[in-house]
């Protein structure tokens, strides 16, 4: 059984800096494509950061690049995402996605993609 679990989301002020962690099991996690999407109230999924095998790919929303970092461990099977200068439009249930598809340079969910709980961040001004 594959098991995704996020933590270090809360609260936090506008233009401050959070570090979102997942840890993954149950599934080969060197050999996957793994990524971060986000849901904000009345407003669809959408993919936030992606990062494929020995991160030789990785890309961003627009609306996240120069601010957000994703990265991976291989060695202890986590996902991360550092996010800097945090806007009110960050304000989302985060999720860890784990073996996600990805065409035309965009990642999207798949048939076996596993997701986690989430984790909730909220930007106050």
């Known amino acids: 059984t594959v098991q995704v679990v996020e933590s270090g989301g809360g609260l936090v002020q506008a233009g401050a800096s959070l570090r979102l962690s997942c840890k993954i099991s149950?599934?080969?996690?060197?050999?996957?494509?793994m990524a971060w999407f986000r849901e904000a109230p009345g407003k669809e999924r959408e993919g936030v950061a992606c990062?494929?095998?020995?991160?030789?790919?990785?890309s961003y929303t627009d609306s996240v690049k120069g601010r957000f970092t994703i990265s991976r461990d291989d060695a202890k099977e986590m996902l991360y995402l550092q996010m800097i200068s945090v806007k009110l439009e960050d304000t989302a249930m985060y999720y860890c996605a784990a073996d996600v598809g990805e065409s035309d340079g965009r990642c999207h969910p798949r048939t076996t993609t596993n997701w986690g709980q989430g984790t909730q961040v909220t930007v106050s001004s």
């Open positions: 990062i494929g095998v020995h991160s030789l790919f990785i």
């Open positions: 149950g599934l080969s996690f060197v050999g996957h494509r």
